[in-house]
């Protein structure tokens, strides 16, 4: 079984500064890593994925994330935030066997302030 | 590429009544699967399906919940004797059998009991 956990629920940042949102995993097996955003009333569209490779994957609107193996780590960053940013972050992981089910984190509400 | 498409967006039902959502995926993926979200909390895995065969449920889906997929393509969920607990958003999501596809989610199904 596989579990998520997103460090932080809120975080609160001006526009144009840096952002990084903290996400730790848990498995047993080797897993694939996801982080999606959902805007208000929407469904979730996926940011980036980590499937194998670099450990440094680029992903829409700017975010990159990087996989530490040994730390069971998957940080989403973004250099510079705009506005248009603000929304819920979700990080995902799904094992490689049986449903390949996503398993996701409680999610992170990044606020961008003026 | 249509997107995954959920019907409907919103729906108002008294406790104790009967509610059926549907869902239609991309069309050329196999695998489709049920999500809920309540406030302020990732989704949850409620079952999967692979073409028309139902292969996995959560134990969260109780003997009030079914969900069909009869000729692999779109699908049913139905919540029978609707709780107030069972108010939240409905998350359907599809994807190719390729294990490196990602989850496209549809904009979901908003529920609430009264």
């Known amino acids: 079984a596989q579990s998520v956990t997103q460090l932080d629920s809120q975080v609160p940042v001006f526009e144009e500064a840096p952002v990084e949102l903290r996400c730790n995993y848990s498995?047993?097996?080797?897993?694939?890593l996801f982080w999606y955003v959902q805007y208000p009333n929407q469904g979730l569209q996926l940011l980036l994925k980590?499937?194998?490779?670099?450990?440094l994957v680029k992903g829409i609107n700017g975010f990159e994330a990087e996989f530490n193996k040994s730390q069971t780590s998957f940080h989403l960053r973004k250099p510079s935030v705009h506005i248009s940013d603000t929304a819920e972050y979700f990080c995902?992981?799904?094992?490689?066997?049986?449903?390949?089910?996503?398993?996701f984190g409680q999610g992170t509400r990044l606020t961008i302030n003026p | 590429d249509t997107g995954v498409s959920q019907n409907p967006r919103h729906k108002i039902t008294k406790r104790g009544q009967n509610v059926t959502f549907r869902c239609d995926p991309i069309?050329?993926?196999?695998?489709l699967y049920w999500y809920r979200q309540t406030l302020g909390q990732g989704p949850e895995f409620l079952t999967y399906?692979?073409?028309?065969?139902?292969?996995?449920k959560s134990r969260l889906l109780s003997d009030r919940f079914s969900a069909e997929r009869p000729k692999g393509s779109f699908s049913t969920l139905e919540i029978q004797r609707t709780e107030q607990g069972d108010s939240a958003m409905y998350l359907c999501?599809?994807?190719?059998?390729?294990?490196?596809?990602?989850?496209?989610f549809g904009n979901g199904t908003r529920l609430t009991v009264t």
């Open positions: 999501a599809s994807r190719t059998g390729s294990l490196n596809s990602p989850l496209h």
């Open positions: 498995s047993s097996v080797s897993v694939y």
């Open positions: 980590y499937l194998s490779g670099s450990t």
């Open positions: 995902a992981v799904r094992g490689l066997g049986g449903a390949q089910k996503l398993v």
């Open positions: 069309s050329e993926h196999n695998r």
């Open positions: 399906f692979q073409n028309e065969a139902q292969l996995e």
